[in-house]
């Protein structure tokens, strides 16, 4: 398995600014990805994070709203920008150790709210 | 397109089997997954299936899988209080790395 952190946990953001999260995993993994689960809803992909290069996103989301990086093979972030109050979600981290492997983990997820 | 449906809600018994079925679209789906999320809490992998099998057991939880109908179950058995949580079916497409497409979860009480 992987063990994986995200910070913060949780926050309430003032309506126009940006958050960003990072999500730290204990050792070396090929993939990391970024999923939004909304309130009461199921989960959807945001994109894949690429190391050394830009993230793939899914239809309906765009770099500009939620850049990411991903600077090495630990670590990622994404940003939520200038967020409005539909942006209130949870942003969970995703990541498989190895490209079509079986295993997708995920860490304990960030709890935003826009007011 | 893809998707996955759930039933929202189950209530159980303390002690008694515990039933959550899944249906999804998607004929190509390489596997297909089981995750619990507690209240403030991420995703638990519980368990997984490859699509050609028809059957994964593991401790209290059974996984069980028709292809033909697309449909997958989880069975757990004697159920604890513990186990209250959402259930999230999630399936895997061909060639899909990463990408998992979940159902809506199914809320599973378990009464004392």
């Known amino acids: 398995s992987a063990v994986i952190s995200q910070k913060p946990s949780r926050d309430i953001c003032q309506r126009g600014t940006s958050l960003t999260i990072q999500c730290q995993v204990d050792s070396q993994v090929t993939m990391m990805f970024w999923y939004r689960q909304q309130p009461g809803q199921s989960l959807t992909l945001i994109a894949t994070a690429n190391q050394g290069s830009e993230a793939t996103y899914e239809s309906g989301f765009v770099i500009d709203k939620f850049p990411i990086s991903r600077p090495n093979l630990t670590f990622s972030t994404l940003t939520v920008s200038n967020m409005s109050p539909e942006d209130s979600s949870i942003y969970l981290c995703s990541v498989e150790k190895a490209a079509m492997n079986t295993e997708a983990f995920f860490g304990q997820g960030t709890r935003l709210t826009v007011v | 397109g893809e998707d996955v449906e759930q039933s929202l809600f189950l209530s159980v018994r303390e002690g008694d089997s515990s039933v959550i079925n899944c249906t999804y679209t998607?004929?190509?789906?390489?596997?297909l997954y089981w995750y619990k999320q507690e209240p403030g809490a991420g995703l638990q992998l519980l368990t997984y299936i490859f699509s050609n099998m028809d059957m994964k057991q593991d401790q209290r939880l059974t996984v069980l899988l028709n292809k033909k109908d697309k449909h997958l179950s989880l069975r757990i058995a004697d159920t604890q209080t513990g186990d209250s949580a959402i259930y999230f079916c999630?399936?895997?497409?061909?060639?899909?790395?990463?990408?998992?497409?979940f159902g809506q979860g199914t809320t599973l009480q378990v009464k004392p």
């Open positions: 998607d004929s190509s789906s390489t596997y």
């Open positions: 999630a399936e895997r497409g061909l060639g899909n790395t990463g990408k998992l497409i």
